[in-house]
DNA sequence: CGCCTAGTTGACAGGATGTAAAGTACTCTA
DNA sequence: TAGAGTACTTTACATCCTGTCAACTAGGCG
């Protein structure tokens, strides 16, 4: 892949994320995709072969951009207990919400009435389990995870409550501010989980 | 209204709902809700206005059919005290989920580039929170509120936990039972919102 | 009979996705 | 330096969807 065709490739995705998080996956066409893209609509087919397809590569390209696997690693994996593995995991939302919050409200929207959408976002979805998952099992592990509570069950309740949605709810249609959802979601899980 | 208009537009929201409902708002096109509905797809224009009027319509429609509100009085607002009273709320949603989840799903996916579905998206979930701040101000004056929550915070908490999407998360996605979800809901508000 | 109402039919404009074909401009290589 | 391949553009077209308009039909009612 030449450099100008990468440099074509980012800045339709750039497009794309711009306007997908403003007006909706629906709300907008191809057209004007391209158009701010700089770039001619048939191009984006020839990189991505429909609208759902430059739906999909840009949700890798957000993944990555936003670099949560490498702050996880840093701050959730490296965490001197399971309590403090999962708190640090809530407090990862706040991170990085701001840049991805819009383009995940889109997907999300997306995903209703299209299969590539919906598929990207069970793949996401179930990513984000398994860490959930792995802190569900330090919990056991550590002898802290509350009576009546299965480590599935855990990570389903994990994974509900620290999701960009609930991040989503709370601040923007609630206005919680991020330290004030770390501080309560935390709280929550701590007092559901954590046997005292 | 005549009784032939009446049956009209039912029948037309009961074919929008069933279709909606399986392959989402933007997956469905106007004639093929006219054909199911055994109806011209003009009459739904001079019915509803629109596709988004024909949506809003159904949202009103179906909040009624569900008989949430008749429900909610008999159990939550009949309840001997607040703790009760919260988890009576939280057995409101199995109850009359199946009836309303797929029709749900579709304004969700909607809202986001539909400004009319969205309105109706923002109504529902005010009446909804309307009914946790009732709540949560019970709890306070039982004076079994936990510290560090404010009436405000609590509604948010149970408005966020209690709602439709986190039971169709929980239900659908990763495959809670309905008792579950009652169960574990409620044992996750109680012990983070009720003092002990 | 004439009027009103509800609904139908057909046509059309505008915009969207997706496909196809021909042309342009640039780079790499024999 | 000529030719081939690559990336992209332009134009055109098929198809579908929303939304509007106008003309028509059928039934009820004074």
Redesign the pocket.
């Known amino acids: 892949?030449?450099r100008?065709?990468r440099?074509?490739?980012t800045a339709a995705l750039e497009a794309a994320r711009d306007l997908f998080g403003a007006e909706g996956y629906h709300g907008?066409?191809?057209?004007?995709?391209?158009k701010r893209a700089?770039?001619?609509?048939?191009?984006i087919?020839?990189?991505f072969?429909?609208?759902?397809?430059l739906l999909v590569e840009l949700a890798r390209y957000e993944h990555e951009r936003s670099g949560i696997d490498a702050l996880a690693e840093r701050t959730v994996w490296s965490a001197p207990d399971a309590v403090a593995a999962l708190e640090a995991w809530v407090a990862l939302f706040p991170a990085f919400a701001p840049q991805v919050l819009d383009f995940v409200r889109a997907l999300d929207g997306a995903r209703r009435s299209d299969p590539d959408a919906a598929e990207v976002w069970r793949d996401q979805s179930d990513d984000r389990w398994q860490g959930c998952r792995r802190l569900a099992e330090w919990l056991k592990r550590d002898g802290v995870l509350a009576p009546g509570w299965t480590i599935r069950s855990a990570a389903d309740l994990i994974w509900a409550l620290a999701s960009l949605q609930m991040y989503d709810w709370l601040t923007l249609e609630r206005g919680w501010s991020a330290g004030e959802f770390t501080r309560r979601i935390q709280q929550t899980l701590r007092r559901t989980l954590v046997a005292r």
Chains 1, 2 share one sequence.
């Not at 907008?28 to 391209?34: D, Q």
């Not at 700089?38 to 191009?43: I, K, M, N």
């Open positions: 892949m030449s100008d065709e440099a074509t490739r907008v066409g191809l057209e004007r995709v391209a700089g770039v001619s609509r048939q191009t087919y020839l990189h072969g429909s609208k759902a397809g």
